[in-house]
């Protein structure tokens, strides 16, 4: 283990956060009590008074063919993912080219593109607890209850990669906005789409300091230079307050918010 400064400012997403000292996992290390874990930061809002932090180094970025089975290291990127997936021919990941992350930040939340989620030929995942199946793993929508912290996880093989499911995913994502953000500030709720919600109390475009919902896609918290913690938390505040009121949903967050006291800064659906 070793311990790495990282400017948040710089490797978030979302280029907000304070310069912060991280402890690096390296093989053999456990988790340290006490600790938030921390991947690529791609949907992460840091604030400038984080928990202590923790991420996992290069050992945990790998892949390899085991017969039937793609094993893949927590802290692999999913650019190496695709590169691999695509060399090999193998299928059931197109859907990560250019969802920007790490294995880890996926199986966490289990990110997705439409109905493609990456539960979807999981077969089990090894955390510093043991190895636990899919099965034995509380998962649904943009959520997963991982017990511990992800080592590596095992997916079962398919032959064929789809090159014009990648080139018809990736499309999706052309419309997004360019400016950093942490991908999507909410869930969608049941039957509805967080964007168009945000839109439809007025909120597309509304910028607060440096920060707004992008003109482009309401459901993107974009930093439009200089952003600020405060500005983030209060357009997403704002945002719940106004859906709620007017239609009575909750919108629950997709981001991550680390801060050391982040439980009452937005509300989260008890359901």
Known sequence: MYRRRIDFSR????????????????TGDAPL???????????????????????????????????????????????????????????????????????GGMLAMNAGVKVHETYDRLLWVRTDRGVFAKEAIAHGYRRAELPGVAFEAAFALRRG????????????????????SAGSAFKNPPVDYAGRLIE??????????????????????????????????ALL???????WERFGIILEPELKIIHKSHENILFHNSD
Do not use: W
């Open 200 to 233: 439809a109390v007025g909120l597309k475009g509304h910028r607060l300091g440096g920060m707004a919902f992008s003109p482009v896609h309401a459901n993107f918290l974009v930093n439009l230079g200089g952003g600020r913690f405060g500005e983030a938390v």
């Open 33 to 103: 009590p006490g600790h938030t874990l921390v991947g690529g930061a791609n949907n992460l809002l840091v604030g400038p008074e984080p928990p202590p932090l923790m991420m996992l180094g290069k050992d945990f970025s790998y892949l390899r063919l085991e017969g039937e089975r793609l094993i893949i290291g927590a802290a692999t990127p999913t650019g190496r993912i695709r590169s691999f997936c695509k060399k090999h021919d193998i299928g059931g990941f197109e859907f990560v080219a250019k969802l920007p992350g790490t294995l």
């Open 11 to 26: 490797f978030s997403s979302i280029r907000i956060g304070p310069v912060a000292e991280v402890a690096v996992l390296e």
């Open 237 to 243: 505040r704002l945002a719940q307050e106004r859906v």
């Open 161 to 180: 990669y789809d090159a014009q499911l990648e080139a018809d995913l990736a499309a999706l994502r052309a419309n997004q906005p360019k400016e950093p």
